[in-house]
């Protein structure tokens, strides 16, 4: 069984720039998640797909999207980047229905 | 990895010992909460978890309290180890939330002296 991964594992950005974040789910996992973790804070949910569609979203602006694939891997993506973005981002899968999320390591983040 | 937590709150304890790590959680419509450790570079890691309608769960070494009349859980280590250092993490999810959203609490740092 495979765990969730991520990458890449640091990224280094210019504010106002885009940035796309990977994710690949648990092995039969078809729910996935993701969160914004910044230093010395607790992860903020930043939204939830299932079935490729969005069923949740945590209070993070439209510039924040996200994809989710048949094969339910996942993308996140931050257009307009600002300095407070800067943080490490963890994508979490599950079962839906299940509330235990098993995360990956995290992107760190960091924009200049 | 970059360290999580630099201005968390700190519980050291020394190898051997119990450890006691307390959360309070914010919405009494809560009815699932959840432990995770997070060492420094990784994501968080499944410890233990407790529905509302329990006020207690055992794990390996690991026991959840939950006390819904003041909203406080609890997470006790056993004979805590060197391993066992890290930021821990309680979260809630709110009941009836169709999906898996879950809020986290601030964390704590445990640190084990040898």
């Known amino acids: 069984e495979t765990g969730v991964t991520q990458s890449p594992t640091h990224l280094i950005k210019t504010r106002g720039q885009q940035v796309t974040l990977r994710c690949s789910s648990q092995?039969?996992?078809?729910?996935v998640s993701w969160y914004q973790q910044a230093l010395g804070q607790g992860p903020q949910f930043i939204f939830q797909?299932?079935?490729?569609?969005?069923?949740g979203r945590g209070n993070f602006p439209p510039r924040f999207s996200g994809l989710q694939f048949p094969n339910y891997s996942s993308e996140l993506n931050v257009n307009a980047l600002e300095l407070d973005d800067s943080a490490l981002y963890l994508c979490?899968?599950?079962?839906?229905?299940?509330?235990?999320?098993?995360f990956g390591s995290g992107t760190q983040l960091s924009v200049l | 990895g970059e360290s999580v937590g630099l201005h968390l709150p700190t519980l050291s304890v020394q190898e051997g010992d119990n450890s006691i790590i307390n959360c309070a959680y914010s919405?009494?419509?809560?009815?699932?909460f959840i432990w995770y450790k997070q060492e420094s570079g990784k994501g968080p890691q499944f410890i233990i978890d407790?529905?509302?309608?329990?006020d207690k769960r055992q794990g390996q070494r690991v026991t959840v309290l939950l006390n819904k009349t003041v909203k406080h859980l609890s997470l006790q280590i056993a004979a805590t180890q060197p391993g066992d250092s890290a930021v821990y993490f309680c979260?809630?999810?709110?009941?009836?939330?169709?999906?898996?959203?879950?809020?986290f609490g601030g964390g704590t740092r445990l640190m084990v002296k040898p």
């Open positions: 979490a899968s599950s079962l839906l229905g299940d509330e235990k999320l098993f």
């Open positions: 092995s039969g996992h078809n729910t």
């Open positions: 797909y299932y079935r490729e569609e969005e069923n």
């Open positions: 919405n009494s419509a809560s009815d699932y």
């Open positions: 407790i529905r509302s309608n329990m």
């Open positions: 979260a809630e999810k709110l009941g009836g939330n169709a999906g898996n959203m879950l809020t």
